[in-house]
DNA sequence: TGCCGGGGAATCCTATAGGATCTTCCGGTC
DNA sequence: GACCGGAAGATCCTATAGGATTCCCCGGCA
């Protein structure tokens, strides 16, 4: 119980709003309910056998977190999926801060948080198939590697800047594509070549590397 | 009335969650709650007049915007003052985008984002009195300078990270220093001429400059 | 003196109720 | 055929109630 707490404290699974959250978020995240639909309180309270009070409760936490969008007196929608502007302002963001978080690792990383790294790269290979299960498993990792990168360099506002443009990409990715996990996983493993080998420089250049690839397979055709 | 609607819509201020909301959020800047302090839910609602409902939602919100924490079953506490680290942590962030921003804004921004610029600049002089009024009125021209040149130079993500500092900037300065304003309000006047002068090296560098001198300011001595 | 256990008060959490607002549909009018 | 007005239904918003958990104090015991 004391390993585990990274970021969201021990156990706080014992309240029904947080469950309500999660049940909310991973709708959202899974297309359940779709970027731009409407999302209604009462609704989601009987689909989800609970009371109004603990779903608007979660919604005012997703609200503020930009999962969906309040209109007073009318509800909530899922945010809209973002524009081809967006989304080129959102990995721009992404090169300032990760590039410096792959270097910063290179230097300051210790011997378990290279083991970590290790085992993160080792854990998540091959994802082959095409199935909705591999895209999901891939992009918790994808989650992982990148918040692992941040962590290494000491910087809890990297990580959570990252966290928050995580969940729009992946809610947009699905959409363009899903058979990306090799080529990210592969561009993964250089960054962590570099750490692993304490080279700052080589680090920051394969994490740009990855990040403009990664937005040009996600751009539009 | 209408100036005024920069990023949050027109009139949002028909259902009372989000007078609770602005409400609660005035109490923790001003330190009418003290950071780290407890925060009662029934007690706030006794204090503003409104039910438990309304409030819990608006701290549902402030959980999110990290402003206060939440433990289940327990309740919820203001986030407590930045660490020494944690705040080195934080301009270290905005090192990464705010100097980028600024040199941004020197090469894209038209005339009229200009003409707000120096305009911005022009009714924010002169914070000479050392009272409380006075700080807050040169912290909201701090937070609106900075926001000004995100948009500026285009970018709605950095322009929301920057804001997010801002709130646990505005709890940590309060501690350590008042007198900064004329200080500060120097080195934004040499950001905006280098802004206007269309010289984007010079604005990163003066956007740098402010930031390492600010964070100097704050830093306990 | 220090530690432990129990009881009452306060607080949190979820459900429910009723008033207010919005949406939708339908008939009437131009 | 297009536009406008009103009524029914759904939804949102706030208040209130009751059960569950935690906090706090105080008396008993080592």
Chains 1, 2 share one sequence.
Do not use: C, N
């Amino acid at each position: 119980m004391d390993a585990a707490a990274t970021a969201d404290g021990p156990a706080r699974r014992a309240v029904l709003v947080d469950q309500v959250h999660e049940a909310i978020k991973a709708r959202i995240m899974d297309h359940a309910i779709a970027p731009g639909e409407r999302v209604s309180i009462d609704g989601l309270a009987r689909e989800l056998g609970v009371s109004p009070t603990p779903v608007r409760e979660a919604l005012a936490r997703l609200e503020s977190a930009q999962l969906v969008v309040k209109e007073p007196l009318r509800g909530y929608r899922t945010t809209p999926l973002l524009t081809p502007a967006q989304l080129a302002d959102l990995y721009h963001f992404r090169l300032l801060i990760e590039p410096w978080a792959a270097a910063t690792a290179a230097e300051r990383a210790d011997a378990d948080g290279l083991a970590r790294l290790e085992a993160e790269l080792g854990a998540a290979d091959a994802p082959e198939s095409d199935t909705y299960a591999a895209y999901r498993a891939f992009s918790a990792h994808d989650a992982r590697f990148h918040q692992l990168i941040a962590e290494l360099a000491g910087s809890d506002q990297v990580r959570e800047a990252f966290q928050r443009t995580h969940w729009h990409l992946h809610i947009y990715r699905q959409y363009y594509d899903r058979g990306i996990g090799p080529q990210a996983l592969a561009e993964h493993r250089r960054v962590a070549d570099a750490v692993l080998a304490r080279d700052p420089a080589a680090a920051g250049d394969a994490m740009r590397a990855h990040l403009e690839q990664s937005h040009a397979r996600l751009r539009p055709a």
